[in-house]
């Protein structure tokens, strides 16, 4: 059994890290809130994108647009995108079981952030490229990691490009995805995807609302402004995808250590019990002692 002394160390050292966990979880909280609404304030945009993507590509051919060009093979580069810090529960673990999965021989990989490089080094999987972006990133960064993925399709290199992130839905639910980037097929990032088979067309019976209610006009022509469009659509989509994993980060970094707080609280009640019932006993010992020697005197 354990001491007073022993136990009041315990006490000490849960009482430490209780403190060390708070103040990690009201900066997650705070980095949470602007994350979720940087996240949510640019999903109009991606699905006004979608929308334009959708009816461009119905008015004109795969061949307008080599971006649009489906093809046959199975070389894949994959975008996984985690966090550079840990402690943030099962976020990344989640996202590599799924990119695991889904590995074939004929998949290569570009990492953005740390754990992921981490982890895809550690198997021995073919990592091609790595970027470093900042917290929260910034746009440019994003299309660095667009243009790299774009480069590499068009040479041919690979015959699709998808990216691996974590989808936020809530501050207590987020959602590993992996989404076919190249060829360009409609992505409908910050919903509730647990209905669409990962990895599939996500948007194949879905037809956007402006295209029921009338096609778009195009200026001088659906082919120019294709053009123009697709690389914003491919580097914002990119650019989203960073948003929601920042988003799910800090989320999971939140509850993470609000839980990590609350399980030290409650293991330091259960030692400052356990002190007392100990504390108790040794004094109820003492004064048994001392009244046995007065009654031996008498």
Do not use: W
């Amino acid at each position: 059994m354990a001491n007073t002394q022993d136990i009041r160390r315990r006490i000490k050292s849960v009482s430490n890290t209780a403190q060390i966990t708070n103040a990690m979880q009201l900066v997650a909280a705070s980095k949470m809130k602007k994350a979720q609404s940087v996240a949510t304030a640019g999903r109009p945009y991606a699905d006004l994108l979608n929308d334009v993507l959708v009816n461009l590509k119905a008015n004109t051919d795969e061949e307008d647009h080599p971006l649009l060009e489906e093809r046959g093979g199975e070389k894949t580069l994959v975008i996984v995108i985690t966090t550079d810090k840990g402690l943030c529960g099962g976020l990344n673990t989640n996202l590599m079981r799924k990119v695991t999965e889904a590995s074939t021989n004929e998949t290569s990989y570009v990492t953005v952030g740390r754990k992921g490089r981490q982890t895809l080094a550690r198997l021995q999987k073919d990592l091609v490229a790595d970027f470093e972006v900042s917290d929260p990133a910034e746009f440019a960064e994003a299309k660095l990691v667009a243009k790299f993925a774009v480069d590499q399709f068009l040479e041919g290199k690979y015959d699709k490009v998808q990216v691996a992130f974590t989808n936020f839905i809530t501050t207590l639910s987020q959602e590993p995805m992996i989404e076919t980037l190249l060829p360009i097929r409609p992505i409908d990032l910050g919903r509730d995807k647990g209905f669409v088979s990962v990895g599939g067309n996500a948007q194949a019976d879905v037809v956007p609302h402006d295209v029921v209610e009338g096609e778009y006009l195009f200026e001088p022509s659906a082919g120019s402004v294709l053009g123009t469009v697709v690389p914003q659509y491919v580097n914002y989509q990119v650019f989203q995808m960073m948003q929601e994993s920042r988003a799910s980060e800090h989320s999971s970094r939140m509850v993470a250590m609000k839980s990590a707080t609350d399980n030290a609280n409650d293991m330091i009640k259960d030692l400052k019990l356990e002190y007392n019932k100990i504390r108790q006993a040794a004094i109820t010992t003492e004064l048994l002692d001392i009244t046995t020697a007065m009654r031996a005197l008498d």
